[in-house]
């Protein structure tokens, strides 16, 4: 089992920039894939950005060059640096974690990020 918390949320207003931690209860070197998903109100849950133990990462379309994802494996963390933010950005992130090709799947509580126009 894995624990994932998140943390860094906030307001913020458009064109600002935000920086969302995901610490893990493992050492993340044991999970294949990380990734942010979010979740407006209403609306289905979206993948933003993934990263796997190799490093390769994928974007959603909508925030690609805007957003980093990256891991701190010494942490056992994962991190989303948010950039130029707005507001269609606002939702909860949730933090994820794939293990076993997928076969099983973590999720954190989320944190909310609200941005302001």
């Known amino acids: 089992q894995v624990q994932l918390v998140e943390s860094g949320g906030g307001l913020v207003q458009a064109g600002g920039s935000l920086r969302l931690s995901c610490a893990a209860s493992?050492?993340?070197?044991?999970?294949?894939?990380m990734g942010w998903y979010r979740q407006a109100p209403g609306k289905q849950r979206e993948l933003v950005a993934s990263i796997t133990s190799g490093g390769s990462t994928n974007y959603a379309d909508s925030v690609r060059g805007r957003f980093t994802i990256s891991r701190d494996n010494a942490n056992n963390a994962l991190y989303l640096q948010m950039n130029t933010l707005i507001p269609e950005d606002t939702a909860v992130y949730y933090c994820n974690a794939k293990r076993f090709l997928g076969a099983i799947e973590d999720w954190g509580q989320g944190t909310q990020v609200t941005v302001s126009s």
């Open positions: 493992i050492n993340i070197f044991r999970i294949n894939a």
